[in-house]
């Protein structure tokens, strides 16, 4: 049953493609929908591919139709022949999304597996606000900063096991390819409020 958040969300995103296909024929523009998983997706098929941006990029207040566009070359040729041919496993990875695809094509996908709870960016995002920790970029990457402070500051002449926190592994033993870090979460709750620690402390974020 679909929660009244999703219903809310999805409801105000038919609203946003609306208004934005009227102020499209309103202006006589082209309104060109993009699925910007299916881009992170295919971005795969760029590997190996040299990025060409035109010599003298246009400002961007200005931009003509005419304007040169950014093309993509392989190494040994000017046309686009990827490395990476379909089929091919595809791990989405993001802060709302955990997904194991097989693409086949454009807009042919099967899906593998997934999250069953949290994402696993957000479940580093959640970490680190119960650990105080801070990040321009993301959760994560400011929980291995603390953990790399730690270790370069404290590691030397401490052991590692004084500071080794034990969790359990999700989803071990399921026949399947889904995902769960809630579990992940709850352990580092239970083993924050454990320490009592509340403060920013790079310790806090070493862990097997």
Known sequence: MISVFRFMILTFAYFLIFFCQQLARDHKKPFVTIHHLEAHSLIARLAGQKIIHPTT????????LS???????????STFSPSVQY?????LV??????LLLC?????????????DDALGEAFDKAARLLGLRSTTSGGAAIE?????????????????????????????????DFSYAGKRHSTTRNTHTLMIFSFRP?????T
């Open 57 to 64: 990029p246009t400002p961007s207040f200005t931009v003509p």
């Open 104 to 116: 086949r094509n454009i807009g042919s996908y099967e899906f593998l597996g997934g999250t069953l």
């Open 87 to 91: 089929p091919f496993l595809v791990l």
């Open 145 to 177: 900063k603390g953990a790399k402070l730690f270790v370069d500051k404290y590691m030397p002449s401490s052991s590692k096991d004084q500071f080794r926190h034990s969790m359990s592994v999700p989803m071990k033993g399921k026949n399947n390819f």
């Open 203 to 207: 310790e806090k974020c070493f862990s």
């Open 94 to 99: 993001s802060g709302g999304h955990t997904s």
């Open 67 to 77: 304007s040169s566009p950014v093309s993509v070359q392989n190494d040994s040729s």
